[in-house]
């Protein structure tokens, strides 16, 4: 349905429409595995935001690059994508409705980048800066998503149990687990082998076991030691 969406829209030369769902299909590429594609449909998402103009679609084209060479490429080749995306955002009025949904997704790139620098300060302020954008959006599935890189933040602090109990309260939050989502596809299987399976799956149904409310306070990343 979304590569037809993407036919119809470029007949119709919408590019600001045509530039998210050709996201969206890199982002169901990217879950799927076939990171070729996904970096293809990033490519032509960007031709498309670049020739609409939006600073919108540029912004969010590139926290989405940024975010996806951070998580499945290389940091180096994140960090000019997280630059552009920082430079749009900052253009967004205060009130702008799509201000909050970017920071959150910014600053949570910005919290992986910061841990692979080993700046573990930095890392702790990006993950606040982006809960607190994901907790003013209202946006339960935007929480979850942007916790993954708190839980990346809680093992980088040495803390494996926490960040079970971190990704169990993400899918609190959610309302539902999420097999696709990229901090749990990779987070899972190292904590695992750290914890074993029966104290990883433990401290993964605490967390999940958490009401909505409860939970999203315990992925405040100022709570974590």
Known sequence: AYTEAARLLAELGHDEDLAQVQLRLAEMAASQGDLARARELSAAARSAAESAGSNIDLGITAAWLA?????????????????DAERHLAR?????????????MVAATGVRIAIADNDLPAAREQALRSYRAAVAADDMPLLAQASGTTAELALALGQPERAAELLGAAA??????????????????????????????ACYAAGKALDRRVATERLDPSRLD
């Open 67 to 83: 975010g996806f060479e951070a998580r499945w490429g290389d940091i180096d080749a994140a960090r000019p994508h997280q630059a």
């Open 92 to 104: 967004f009025a205060s009130a702008h409705p799509a201000r909050e949904h970017m920071e959150a």
């Open 172 to 201: 609190a939050v959610r309302g539902a687990d999420d097999p696709t989502d990229p901090a749990a596809r990779q987070l899972v299987p190292f904590l695992r082998s750290v914890l074993g399976d029966g104290p990883y799956e």
